[in-house]
C-alpha cells in the first residue's frame, strides 16, 4: 500500500523566508509526485509534477521540488515566501502501472506573516 | 483556456435526500475522476471514468453512482444523503490520448451540505 506523510498540518514562515513543506512517501516503486495548492474556497491547483527523469522539479510561482529516492521524499521549496503564498498545500501519489488515482496527504497549511 | 466546470458550486440538502453533481471535463479530456473533501480533511479518491467505463473504484459508499456519458461529461448521483456526506467534491479530468494523462486538472468543486 502507498501512503503520503506531510510532516506539519500548519507551518509559519515569515515573509521574504524559506519556504519548506515536508512531503514522504511509502512506495516500493517510485510513484509519480505531485504537490497541489488550495486557496480557501477554491479548487487543487497543480504547482509541480515528478514522474520521470531531472529530479529537481520547478513549477509555477517560484515553487520547486527534488525527488530524492534514497530519502522517500518530495520536499517543496520556495527560496523567498510571499504573502500570496498562504494556502494549503497538498502533496499527492499515484502509483505507477496503477490506476491514475491521487493519493493525497492530509495537508499543510502555510501562513505568511509580515 | 477551458477548465473543468462543475454544477451547481454549492447544494444544500436534507438528510435522506438525493443530490446530483455534474461534472464538465476540459475539452477532448477523456479520463474523469471524483474526490470528496470533508471539513478540514484530504481529498480521497471515490471513483474515476475512462470512455464511460468506470475505471477504478476507491472509497465511494454505496448509495452514491456515477457514470460518464457519450459527451464525456460524468454526473455523481448521491441518495440517501447522510450528514458525514456533506463535503466538497472535486471532479478532475485528464487525457491519455494527449500525453497529459499523468496531469489531473481539477474543478472548483462543488460544496455539499446535508442538513
Known amino acids: 500500500a502507498q501512503s503520503v506523510t506531510q510532516l506539519g498540518s500548519h507551518v509559519s514562515v515569515s515573509e521574504g523566508a524559506l519556504v519548506l513543506l515536508r512531503c514522504n512517501y511509502s512506495?516500493?516503486?517510485?510513484?509519480?509526485l505531485f504537490w497541489y495548492v488550495q486557496y480557501p474556497n477554491q479548487g487543487l491547483q497543480l504547482l509541480l509534477k515528478y514522474t520521470t527523469g531531472a529530479t529537481l522539479v520547478k513549477g509555477i510561482n517560484g515553487f520547486e521540488a527534488e525527488f530524492k529516492k534514497s530519502e522517500t521524499s518530495f520536499h517543496l521549496t520556495k527560496p523567498s515566501a510571499h504573502m500570496s503564498d498562504a494556502a494549503e498545500y497538498f502533496c499527492a501519489v499515484r502509483l505507477t502501472g496503477g490506476g491514475n488515482k491521487l493519493t493525497f496527504g492530509t495537508g499543510t497549511q502555510l501562513k505568511v506573516e509580515l | 483556456a477551458a477548465g473543468v466546470i462543475q454544477s451547481p458550486r454549492h447544494l444544500i440538502k436534507e438528510k435522506r435526500e438525493t443530490a446530483t453533481l455534474k461534472c464538465y471535463p476540459i475539452?477532448?479530456?477523456?479520463?474523469v475522476y471524483w474526490y470528496q473533501q470533508g471539513p478540514g480533511q484530504d481529498p480521497q479518491f471515490l471513483i474515476s471514468?475512462?470512455?464511460?467505463?468506470?475505471?477504478d473504484k476507491g472509497s465511494i459508499p454505496d448509495r452514491f453512482s456515477a457514470q460518464q456519458f457519450s459527451d464525456y461529461h460524468s454526473e455523481l448521483n448521491m441518495s440517501s444523503l447522510e450528514l458525514g456526506d456533506s463535503a466538497l467534491y472535486f471532479c478532475?479530468?485528464?487525457?491519455?490520448?494527449?500525453?497529459?494523462?499523468?496531469?489531473?486538472?481539477f474543478g472548483p468543486g462543488t460544496r455539499l451540505t446535508v442538513l
Open positions: 512506495s516500493s516503486v517510485p510513484p509519480y
Open positions: 475539452p477532448r479530456h477523456d479520463t
Open positions: 478532475a479530468s485528464s487525457s491519455r490520448s494527449s500525453g497529459t494523462y499523468n496531469e489531473q486538472f
Open positions: 471514468f475512462y470512455e464511460k467505463m468506470q475505471s
